[in-house]
């Protein structure tokens, strides 16, 4: 189908909207807008960071999802204790593929599983002295990690274990550092307050290590990476296009991080930010205790590449100029390939997305690049300043939906009806039975990397592998078969 006009989308709207009680009806209606790119004041367009309605399907992930998950967990060198039942652990062990170099075991812990395991005798008297025990057996089993933290489990915040005390008392034993991290999962109302929650340790219980430790011999040119999470080796291919402009990248994180690495960054010239929702807060602190400023860049596609490489080269003297230059047209002829390539074979089509972090607002330029259109996007937990991001990346009068709940983002599908949906793990297969091509967006679906020149290479290969699968011409969605039977047969079809 053609572009929607601002009324037609209004109108879509408004329909998918009369499915609710008149309350449930008022609350979601702030929720979802037509874009509107010239808009300075997001706050007063879409409602966001608000609890989800009780319900409806959300699909947020929870405190201890952005804590653990996101922050944490990818942090290599350092033993990530979930502390409660073995549930939570045991769903958030190794889902986002971020990769890493070391030996698992041994120096690095990022897919494997540590828990307290809560029994029921555990939540009646408590699980500090537990805990105690656990870190011991840890430092005993793996003495070459570098520290532990302890993720809280919603359980812990309900009966109140002392975290804090214990995490005191074992970084003076051990003589590593212990790091509690109060990201119990039904804190806020989403996974967003986990990852300022996991920002603020960091800032309490790593940064001022090396305060006042002069041994560190920096250059003009340091950079620290921070908020890229190397899924698929995304950090890797980002890391190499900033050395080869000449900048030193002398601390990365959370993807194939370290401890050491972490201690670091407040000793670089700037801090590069590349998911702003789930780091933004600590490049704030070190920029107002440190005063080391923050910038925030995007890796998703040649153009936004060229202008990302621009922007940090604008903040360097001359040297640092030219070298983001000679990067660009160093892989001019690749990306230009990759296009010429892919570009016919995308082009016009149309993409709706729902995803969290940076990728609803990043990912829309590498789409634009093939020809790709992007009609619809929203956060799954995304604040005021993610919107104000997002509104001059779309076109006039295009589709936005925060925490879209299940009901409304199938309804939106099939009146759109775009070519491909980018969404996570819990959309995928709905989708791929409606027969509309998706790629889960989360973690790159098994593939990656997606950052970089490098990257974009993968992106188009995957999206064309996708769009142009002959198996969706085998697919018949079920509301279809159902109109084809007999109406007297048919209940209840969607």
């Given at each position: 189908?053609?572009?929607?006009?601002?009324?037609?989308?209004?109108?879509?709207?408004?329909?998918?909207?009369?499915?609710?009680?008149?309350?449930?009806?008022?609350?979601?209606?702030?929720?979802?807008?037509?874009?509107?790119p010239g808009a300075e004041r997001p706050e007063k367009c879409i409602t966001s960071n608000k609890q989800s309605l009780p319900g409806v399907m959300t699909i947020r992930g929870c405190a201890y999802a952005g804590s653990k998950g996101v922050v944490w967990g990818p942090v290599k060198d350092m033993i990530h204790v979930s502390h409660g039942p073995v549930g939570c652990g045991q769903y958030s062990r190794a889902?986002?593929?971020?990769?890493?170099?070391?030996?698992?075991?041994?120096?690095?812990?990022?897919?494997?599983?540590?828990?307290?395991?809560?029994?029921?005798?555990?939540?009646?008297?408590?699980?500090?002295?537990?805990?105690?025990?656990?870190?011991?057996?840890?430092?005993?089993?793996?003495?070459?990690?570098?520290?532990?933290?302890?993720?809280?489990?919603?359980?812990?915040?309900?009966?109140?274990?002392?975290?804090?005390?214990?995490?005191?008392?074992?970084?003076?034993?051990?003589?590593?550092?212990?790091?509690?991290?109060?990201?119990?999962?039904?804190?806020?109302?989403?996974?967003?307050?986990?990852?300022?929650?996991?920002?603020?340790?960091?800032?309490?219980?790593?940064?001022?290590?090396?305060?006042?430790?002069?041994?560190?011999?920096?250059?003009?040119?340091?950079?620290?990476?921070?908020?890229?999470?190397?899924?698929?080796?995304?950090?890797?291919?980002?890391?190499?296009?900033?050395?080869?402009?000449?900048?030193?990248?002398?601390?990365?994180?959370?993807?194939?991080?370290?401890?050491?690495?972490?201690?670091?960054?407040?000793?670089?010239?700037?801090?590069?930010?590349?998911?702003?929702?789930?780091?933004?807060?600590?490049?704030?602190?070190?920029?107002?205790?440190?005063?080391?400023?923050?910038?925030?860049?995007?890796?998703?596609?040649?153009?936004?590449?060229?202008?990302?490489?621009?922007?940090?080269?604008?903040?360097?003297?001359?040297?640092?100029?030219?070298?983001?230059?000679?990067?660009?047209?160093?892989?001019?002829?690749?990306?230009?390939?990759?296009?010429?390539?892919?570009?016919?074979?995308?082009?016009?089509?149309?993409?709706?997305?729902?995803?969290?972090?940076?990728?609803?607002?990043?990912?829309?330029?590498?789409?634009?690049?093939?020809?790709?259109?992007?009609?619809?996007?929203?956060?799954?937990?995304?604040?005021?300043?993610?919107?104000?991001?997002?509104?001059?990346?779309?076109?006039?009068?295009?589709?936005?939906?925060?925490?879209?709940?299940?009901?409304?983002?199938?309804?939106?599908?099939?009146?759109?009806?775009?070519?491909?949906i980018g969404s996570g793990i819990k959309e995928k297969y709905i989708f791929q039975k409606m027969g509309i091509p998706f790629r889960q967006m989360h973690s790159w679906d098994y593939s990656g990397p997606y950052h970089g020149y490098d990257g974009f290479?993968?992106?188009?290969?995957?999206?064309?592998?996708?769009?142009?699968?002959?198996?969706?011409?085998?697919?018949?969605?079920?509301?279809?078969?159902?109109?084809?039977?007999?109406?007297?047969?048919?209940?209840?079809?969607?």
């Amino acid at each position: 189908m053609n572009a929607m006009t601002r009324e037609e989308t209004e109108a879509l709207i408004q329909e998918v909207l009369e499915v609710y009680p008149e309350e449930a009806r008022k609350d979601r209606a702030r929720h979802l807008v037509v874009n509107d790119p010239g808009a300075e004041r997001p706050e007063k367009c879409i409602t966001s960071n608000k609890q989800s309605l009780p319900g409806v399907m959300t699909i947020r992930g929870c405190a201890y999802a952005g804590s653990k998950g996101v922050v944490w967990g990818p942090v290599k060198d350092m033993i990530h204790v979930s502390h409660g039942p073995v549930g939570c652990g045991q769903y958030s062990r190794a889902g986002r593929r971020n990769y890493y170099i070391g030996v698992t075991g041994v120096n690095t812990f990022v897919t494997m599983d540590f828990t307290s395991n809560f029994q029921e005798k555990d939540i009646v008297f408590g699980g500090d002295k537990k805990l105690d025990k656990l870190i011991d057996e840890l430092d005993r089993l793996f003495p070459l990690s570098k520290g532990i933290t302890i993720q809280s489990e919603c359980p812990v915040g309900l009966i109140g274990d002392d975290i804090e005390a214990v995490a005191k008392r074992k970084v003076e034993e051990l003589g590593k550092p212990v790091v509690p991290v109060r990201c119990e999962g039904f804190r806020g109302v989403s996974q967003s307050l986990g990852h300022h929650i996991a920002n603020d340790s960091v800032r309490d219980w790593v940064l001022p290590v090396r305060d006042g430790d002069d041994s560190f011999q920096g250059t003009p040119y340091d950079v620290s990476v921070i908020g890229d999470y190397n899924i698929g080796g995304d950090a890797w291919a980002s890391r190499t296009l900033l050395e080869e402009m000449g900048l030193r990248v002398v601390a990365q994180w959370s993807g194939d991080g370290t401890l050491s690495e972490m201690q670091l960054t407040p000793k670089a010239k700037l801090t590069l930010v590349h998911c702003y929702r789930s780091m933004n807060y600590i490049a704030r602190h070190m920029e107002e205790k440190y005063g080391v400023p923050w910038l925030e860049y995007n890796f998703f596609g040649p153009t936004k590449i060229a202008e990302s490489l621009r922007k940090i080269a604008s903040l360097f003297d001359d040297t640092i100029k030219e070298g983001a230059e000679r990067v660009i047209e160093k892989y001019r002829a690749e990306y230009e390939a990759v296009i010429a390539k892919y570009r016919p074979r995308l082009e016009g089509k149309r993409v709706m997305l729902f995803v969290g972090g940076l990728r609803p607002r990043h990912t829309i330029g590498a789409y634009e690049d093939l020809g790709m259109e992007v009609v619809g996007t929203g956060y799954e937990f995304g604040h005021d300043d993610d919107y104000e991001r997002t509104f001059p990346e779309m076109g006039n009068a295009t589709l936005l939906y925060d925490d879209v709940t299940g009901y409304e983002f199938e309804a939106f599908v099939k009146r759109i009806q775009p070519d491909l949906i980018g969404s996570g793990i819990k959309e995928k297969y709905i989708f791929q039975k409606m027969g509309i091509p998706f790629r889960q967006m989360h973690s790159w679906d098994y593939s990656g990397p997606y950052h970089g020149y490098d990257g974009f290479a993968v992106f188009a290969r995957d999206m064309d592998m996708t769009l142009n699968n002959p198996c969706w011409a085998a697919i018949t969605p079920p509301w279809r078969k159902a109109t084809e039977l007999d109406p007297g047969q048919v209940v209840g079809v969607g």
